[in-house]
């Protein structure tokens, strides 16, 4: 994995995900104690509460829990949820279909690089645990400011590298490389992907740096509120208004 680069990385993701897609939500409940639905809720409420009203979009969208919370904001009009996997998309489109959504969420295969969305089409992007399987996050950042309308907002759900050095930051990533593995294998009779999963996270940002990324991108008010003991954090930044 670590010997993979650009499009074949994507590929290799994207056909991890695609394996793991019908016990993907089962896992992230069991690795989150539940918790990743009351996150989602939080950064999709921060998202919402821009005062625009009109269309979302969430990238990564897996099986669309986030793009669910979005729609239950009454000044989101649609919400166009993409994803690189087309197993996600489908197990996605059957959530909508089941709560009567179909008509307001709209689930397609998408590159979060390279956005098939003109200009300042929506008044909000999300990604809720997507960014650190991107490519190249500073490109990604800059599509999501490109398609949000001025004083909208880009909203990042994501697992994060600690921060410091103290027993935390050394004792939970030891765990997280082992456990991990264990569960996935256990749960989703898959040890790979949830062995990819820690080493994304160890390669990943920290908190902060995440934050640095999203204002070189020409996001202002950039903020961050850490959650799970430090590995989690939700980053919201909002397009100027000129």
């Not at 649609?78 to 689930?107: C, N, W, Y």
Request: net charge positive; proline share 4%; glycine share 10%.
């Amino acid at each position: 994995m670590a010997s993979l680069r650009g499009p074949q990385r994507a590929r290799y993701v994207a056909e991890m995900f695609g394996r793991i897609s019908k016990r993907y939500d089962l896992l992230n409940t069991v690795m989150t104690g539940g918790r990743h639905y009351a996150w989602r809720r939080m950064a999709a409420k921060s998202a919402a509460d821009s005062g625009l009203e009109g269309c979302a979009l969430d990238l990564a969208t897996g099986t669309g829990d986030f793009a669910l919370d979005l729609a239950s904001h009454p000044n989101v009009s649609r919400v166009v949820g993409l994803d690189f996997t087309p197993e996600m998309i489908t197990l996605a489109a059957q959530k909508a279909q089941r709560k009567s959504l179909s008509q307001t969420l709209e689930f397609g295969v998408g590159d979060a690089h390279a956005l098939p969305f003109a200009d300042e089409s929506f008044i909000c992007v999300t990604v809720g645990f997507g960014v650190r399987n991107f490519i190249d996050v500073p490109a990604a950042l800059a599509e999501m400011v490109r398609v949000i309308k001025p004083g909208g907002r880009v909203v990042i759900l994501e697992i994060v590298r600690l921060e410091g050095r103290g027993l935390r930051a050394r004792v939970l990533p030891v765990y997280f490389r082992y456990a991990t593995p264990l569960l996935g294998a256990a749960l989703a009779g898959n040890r790979e992907a949830y062995t990819y999963l820690p080493q994304s996270v160890e390669s990943f940002l920290r908190a902060n740096q995440l934050a640095e990324l999203m204002e070189k991108a020409g996001l202002q008010d950039v903020r961050y509120r850490s959650l799970g003991l430090g590995t989690v954090a939700i980053h919201t930044g909002v397009k100027p208004l000129n």
